[in-house]
């Protein structure tokens, strides 16, 4: 398995740390608002890799934080009157609820800012031990200039970096270097505070993810993960401080997915193009979010827009038919055993099978893998339909099954709309239709078609009896 690291800018192959084990961290959201749509793409890619390692046997010991302690959660409290804590806990719940419509799995670990503080402050004390950190009046900076190899991810010099920011923004009097970042400071007025050796205040930005990952991981991980925008300074100051204090790397491989453009421009809010997951996800159906989402490769860049959405759901709707195709065929297959002729096609299935995983361990390339699904699809459309054996048919099912699992893009597709028919729902109204028809009140049958018609479900009446599928 090959995995491309930003910190080598080359692709690598994956050697754990430990044998059958993935200890991964991926950065999480500042939870002072609903998640917006670009938020969206690290959850279902770094998700999907996640599946990938365990659909192929390594346990995965997945760490997704939370800032929870934030300017802009004060500055949200202060707007709407409330504490940091309602604001924070609100939020939280929200982003779980969008990540459980994406089909998201919870991590193995969701630690908050305010219920790590401890390891936090250690942290600091033991930077400033080593002499990697300073003290200036209550604030405690990291100093840069004390690392060597700070620039080593983002491939930024130290003193480019100085020379630069010297000509934007006039030296901070305490600072002993421009590029020094905050690891704690003072409180002030109104916000919320911590004891510390350095007096009253709250931890810098980046100090909490080191904090959480040696807690929660260990010195050195596998395996660190977010949005390209991350990469410097927030997890170059990262590596900065594990290193500095833990005197070992700090992950062996960097992974980063690129940014999600809106009509081919940067999202914005002063650019009138800023959209959440909610409005989107019920618009198109969170499950469209994921396949979109998967649709490109996690390192290039992708576009959004309503008709690429459009394209999207109804190249997912395909995946969904052939599976409610397989489902019907097997449920009402009458033969049994495997005629000679389906025992040569099943000898195709082993090259979907190998192609896909051949995509997945190239970099996770989830756009071919897609692709091959669509083969796989093509095939069952083909050859697993009404006629074909019981076991042929279940042969079929199961690689298909077990492909679209990995990417997690068949599932309920949970949304806030609130007229959407379950499976369970729509086979009633076939049963009360079939029973309108025998009783020849073809009006009444002729209106439940139309109802579930309204909702989006087409039915459709064969030899082996009445199908469904979703529009």
């Not at 860049?301 to 397989?326: H, V």
Request: with cysteine; aromatic share 12%.
């Amino acid at each position: 398995m090959k995995i491309y690291n930003t910190l080598t800018k080359q692709k690598e192959e994956f050697k754990p740390i430990e044998e059958g084990k993935v200890r991964m961290y991926v950065c999480g959201p500042t939870v002072y608002n609903l998640i917006h749509i670009g938020n969206a793409r690290p959850y279902i890619v770094f998700d999907t890799v996640r599946r990938y390692f365990e659909s192929v046997g390594y346990k995965v010991n997945y760490v997704q934080n939370f800032t929870d302690v934030d300017d802009k959660i004060i500055k949200k409290a202060n707007e709407e009157g409330k504490t940091t804590d309602e604001i924070v806990n609100y939020y939280i719940e929200e982003t779980l609820k969008d990540a459980d419509n994406l089909n998201v799995s919870r991590a193995t670990h969701h630690p908050r800012v305010t219920e790590e503080m401890s390891s936090i402050i250690a942290m600091i004390e033991k930077l400033i031990a080593k002499g990697f950190a300073y003290e200036v009046g209550g604030t405690v900076y990291y100093d840069t200039a004390a690392f060597n190899a700070y620039g080593k991810l983002s491939k930024k010099v130290l003193e480019e970096l100085e020379a630069g920011r010297s000509e934007r923004v006039k030296l901070t009097d305490s600072k002993k270097n421009q590029m020094d970042f905050v690891l704690w400071k003072p409180k002030k007025e109104g916000e919320p505070y911590w004891e510390s050796p350095w007096g009253q205040g709250r931890p810098g930005w980046h100090i909490e993810c080191s904090a959480m990952a040696k807690k929660y991981l260990g010195d050195t991980i596998d395996i660190h993960a977010g949005g390209e925008d991350l990469v410097f300074p927030h997890h170059e100051n990262e590596i900065a401080q594990s290193e500095g204090a833990n005197g070992a790397p700090f992950s062996d491989y960097w992974m980063h997915n690129s940014f999600l453009n809106i009509d081919n421009k940067k999202m914005s809010k002063s650019l009138g193009n800023f959209k959440t997951l909610r409005e989107v996800g019920e618009a198109f159906g969170y499950d469209t979010v994921r396949f979109f989402m998967l649709s490109a490769h996690y390192r290039s860049p992708l576009n959004f827009s309503p008709e690429l959405m459009e394209a999207a759901k109804n190249s997912l709707e395909r995946i969904k038919n052939a599976k409610t195709t397989l489902e019907f065929a097997l449920e009402h297959a009458i033969s049994l055993e495997l005629t000679t002729g389906e025992e040569e096609l099943l000898k195709e299935l082993p090259n979907f099978k190998g192609r896909f995983h051949e995509a997945m361990s190239e970099d996770f390339n989830t756009a071919d893998a897609i692709s091959i699904i669509f083969e796989l699809v093509k095939f069952a459309n083909s050859y697993a339909k009404e006629g074909a054996s019981k076991a042929f048919i279940q042969e079929v099912y199961s690689l298909f099954d077990e492909l679209t699992g990995i990417l997690g893009i068949l599932y309920d597709n949970k949304s806030s709309d609130t007229n959407s028919l379950s499976d369970e729902e729509i086979q009633e109204y076939i049963k009360a239709r079939a029973a309108a028809k025998k009783e020849k009140d073809f009006a009444k049958a002729d209106a439940i078609r139309q109802f579930l018609s309204d909702n989006k479900v087409i039915i459709e009446d064969t030899r082996e009896g009445v199908r469904f599928k979703r529009v």
